[in-house]
T-cell receptor, first 113, second 113 residues
Framework: GQQVMQIPQYQHVQEGEDFTTYCNSSTTLSNIQWYKQRPGGHPVFLIQLVKSGEVKKQKRLTFQFGEAKKNSSLHITATQTTDVGTYFCAPGKTQGGSEKLVFGKGMKLTVNP | DAGVTQSPTHLIKTRGQHVTLRCSPISGHKSVSWYQQVLGQGPQFIFQYYEKEERGRGNFPDRFSARQFPNYSSELNVNALLLGDSALYLC????????????FGPGTRLTVT
């Protein structure tokens, strides 16, 4: 089945640092979404990427979809303690008339103030 | 607007029992999906319903069933509970407009003892 690998699985950064997390697929993706889940919370939709090479920004977060649509990245600038949580990339998949998200294990971010 | 709501918030059941979880989607959303999230993992797709019809089913046993009502709310039923069914059960609603973004509820934490 369609799976994505997120690297790294864990990331600990100092507040103010920049970092990037990656999402890789062995197959071409029609779209990919990013979600953030705070500790004890539920996944919250961040962004959807559809076009090859697409780049979208949300304040300090920059999302990119690879040219081959097999990978995606999330770059956070000047990390803050509010960025703590697990970030999931999830390709959307249409199968038999359904739309479902295929989540990986996510990337858990901790921030040292 | 109210987000996705789920009830109950927490639930403790004994092995072999049955459980019903409930979800109300965002107003105007006609699609409801159910996900199971085990601690430390990403959400796993269980079902999707649209216009009261099952549109997709994940790799879960027949002990899991669901339905959607005319007002688009949904129930997830799990029979003959096993210890391994302990998880956070997430409901997500979607506008079903060709995008895949889903809006998750706070979840129901099910503990099976």
């Amino acid at each position: 089945g369609q799976q994505v690998m997120q690297i790294p699985q864990y990331q600990h950064v100092q507040e103010g640092e920049d970092f990037t997390t990656y999402c890789n697929s062995s197959t071409t993706l029609s779209n990919i979404q990013w979600y953030k889940q705070r500790p004890g919370g539920h996944p919250v939709f961040l962004i959807q990427l559809v076009k090859s090479g697409e780049v979208k920004k949300q304040k300090r977060l920059t999302f990119q979809f690879g040219e081959a649509k097999k990978n995606s990245s999330l770059h956070i600038t000047a990390t803050q303690t509010t960025d703590v949580g697990t970030y999931f990339c999830a390709p959307g998949k249409t199968q038999g008339g359904s739309e479902k998200l295929v989540f990986g294990k996510g990337m858990k971010l901790t921030v040292n103030p | 607007d109210a987000g996705v709501t789920q009830s109950p918030t927490h639930l403790i059941k004994t092995r072999g029992q049955h459980v019903t979880l409930r979800c109300s989607p965002i107003s105007g959303h006609k699609s409801v999906s159910w996900y199971q999230q085990v601690l430390g993992q990403g959400p796993q797709f269980i079902f999707q319903y649209y216009e009261k019809e099952e549109r997709g089913r994940g790799n879960f046993p027949d002990r899991f069933s669901a339905r959607q009502f005319p007002n688009y709310s949904s129930e997830l039923n799990v029979n003959a509970l096993l210890l391994g069914d302990s998880a956070l059960y997430l409901c997500a609603s979607s506008p079903w407009d060709g995008t895949y973004e889903q809006y998750f509820g706070p979840g129901t934490r099910l503990t099976v003892t």
